[in-house]
């Protein structure tokens, strides 16, 4: 009986021998070293593991706000955009006034950038970054992403421009939706008026008007796009419609 007893507890106690110790939880310090590591060398999954340590097991350790961050960019980096922008979006809610929350909103707004679509296809993506880079400039102007921002805004209007003409294009030309493409490029002329395809909406918006019999309108747009846009091909064109148009 004793010896039985005996050879059960050396049976269980070799088994706890045999279990494995647990793994220590590093300093924060030594988890970013070896996430930004892992980083540079492209391992993602790797990186972000490591952040994620920081942030769950060393939530006030002042890396946790950059490992929130970095778990983004590995994300960005890998063009998974949706994740980076979940990761992004997060830092923000938490650390609006961080010395890195400027970079932050930046990569948050590339993130909807890197995704705009061709212009024939939904700019909402386009939309988006807009808001975003507008944010950027509006909460951070002293970053040293505004500028860039900035000329990032410029296109994105430009895209969200060029699709309204490109529908009104389609009313007028595919579905003889006079109604439709005139509301579109009006949209143009007051919501983006300095951008490149201001002068195609004009000259668009003047053949809707001769086609609804408003010849005065017409001619005042081509009159104006020859005055304002006359090195532009619309430009030129809206000359040699006037003078057929007075013949």
């Not at 946790?64 to 063009?79: D, N, V």
């Not at 994740?83 to 400027?102: C, N, V, W």
Request: glycine fraction near 6%; charged fraction near 30%.
């Amino acid at each position: 009986m004793r010896v039985g007893l005996i050879a059960l507890l050396l049976l269980f106690g070799g088994c706890a021998w045999l279990r494995p110790s647990p793994t220590p939880i590093l300093p924060a310090d030594e988890l970013y070293q070896i996430g930004e590591n892992e980083l540079s060398k492209r391992r993602y999954e790797e990186a972000r593991t490591n952040f994620r340590r920081i942030v769950e097991r060393h939530p006030n350790s002042a890396f946790a706000p950059r490992a929130r961050f970095l778990m983004g960019e590995a994300y960005y980096r890998e063009a998974e955009f949706d994740k980076a922008i979940g990761e992004f979006g997060t830092f923000m809610a938490f650390y609006p006034r961080h010395q890195i929350a400027d970079l932050v909103q930046y990569r948050l707004s590339m993130s909807y950038y890197d995704q705009i679509k061709p212009i024939e296809q939904d700019q909402t993506l386009a939309a988006k970054a807009l808001d975003q880079f507008k944010k950027l400039v509006k909460d951070y102007p002293e970053s040293r992403y505004a500028t860039d921002a900035l000329a990032k805004i410029d296109i994105c209007r430009g895209r969200l421009a060029q699709k309204e003409v490109w529908i009104a294009a389609y009313n007028y030309n595919q579905q003889g939706n006079v109604v439709g493409a005139r509301q579109r490029l009006e949209k143009v002329l007051k919501d983006y008026p300095r951008t490149l395809v201001v002068p195609e909406a004009m000259f668009m918006l003047a053949e809707v008007s001769f086609r609804e019999g408003k010849t005065d309108e017409a001619v005042a747009l081509l009159r104006r796009l020859e005055a304002e846009y006359g090195f532009t091909d619309f430009g030129r064109r809206a000359a040699a419609r006037l003078r057929s148009a007075q013949r």
